[in-house]
């Protein structure tokens, strides 16, 4: 349970940082763009003033400059009205029309909505409140690219680097299936010769006691080793399905997990068919039921009521498993199957994690937690295509 906490952190901290950094670029862009804003402001003023100047020039007035100031700006889009919204001049707009009229509607219907939105210098002619002019102003082509970059910046990185997260957390994952499928294997081959020592054995003790039933239990526990030498063996293997009858299976599975378990707790079996045939490899699913099975044992605390029922529909199969334990809290619910996600104090958290990986990669089904309330007992179900 440490470990996925400590890789649920992990990867926390991680998405933690990407907002963080897409929080500083988006802030750090806005905070260029409002200064940028008050520079075009403050070109416009400049250029509103020369404007002005140039209204007001008579004989004497050296022009050179004035028209030096008009003649900069080559970047700011800039439109002027009179106070009756007609157009006077423009600069930096590239006017789309057929003929003069249209053109000079296009201008003033999109200077009048600069000014309504606030972006306009009025200068007044005069000194008359009635006689002015009105210098409109858009965003420049830098100002807006620049407005525009760091949501494209994001757009362009958040997939990258999704994409990289991703790889790297199937890199990690195929490790770890290589890992555990190595294991197995190396398991299995470990405990064949002692089981194969321990066949010879009961045999020789058959012949030296054959009255005697504890050697007739031995023998089974052997056969039980060796088929799980053999479940061992088939992971990460593609095991080939044959048509196996789900009820006989399950009450196999059960018939085993009640003569291990305490007395205070009973096994029931409910199937609605008399026999339910689907292709599955036996071994393998046995022991998926055998784990749920066990983990529903170690929830009931030695008492309850463990329940098996299998039903066949229209389209697939379907196993539950029920307990009357302890259940599982409502936030652990996420993780059960989750590698190395255990409550107990010496689990590994692997069993529902390899369960769930024989159930849809090896039967191409599916696994989950159907109910489950702290008190009130769990129950698990399995879903198989038939």
Known sequence: MQWTDRIRRIKIGLLAVAVVIAAGSLVVSHYLIRDM?????????VWAEAMNALNKADETTDLSLVLKVLNSNHTIPVIVLDN????????NIEADGNNRRTKNSMLSERGRRLRDEGRYIRLHIDGSDHAFIDVCY???LMLRR??????VQLAVVLPFLGVALFALLASKRAEQNRVWVGLS???????????SS???????????????????????????LQLVADRFSKIGSIPEPVPTDLNGLLRNAADYMERRMPAGITVTCHFHTSEIIVPLNASLFEWVVENLCKNAVDAMNGAGRLTLMAEEQAHRVVVEVEDTGRGIRKKDLRNVFRPGF???????????????RIVEEYHRGRIFVKSS???????????LRK
């Not at 255990?342 to 769930?356: I, N």
């Open 373 to 383: 309330a702290p008190g009130h007992g769990t129950t698990f179900r399995i879903e």
């Open 84 to 91: 009756h919204g007609s157009v006077l001049t423009y600069r």
């Open 37 to 45: 804003e008050r520079e075009e402001r403050s070109k416009m003023e």
């Open 198 to 224: 321990l066949m010879a054995w009961t045999e020789i003790l058959k012949e030296n006691y054959p009255d005697d039933t504890l050697i007739g239990e031995m023998e089974h526990d052997v056969r039980r």
């Open 342 to 356: 255990t409550t107990k104090p010496r689990g590994w958290g692997l069993g529902l994690s390899l369960a769930r």
């Open 185 to 195: 294997k190396e398991t299995a081959h470990q405990l064949g010769t002692p089981i």
């Open 138 to 140: 858009d965003d420049s």
């Open 146 to 151: 620049l407005a525009l970059y760091p949501y």
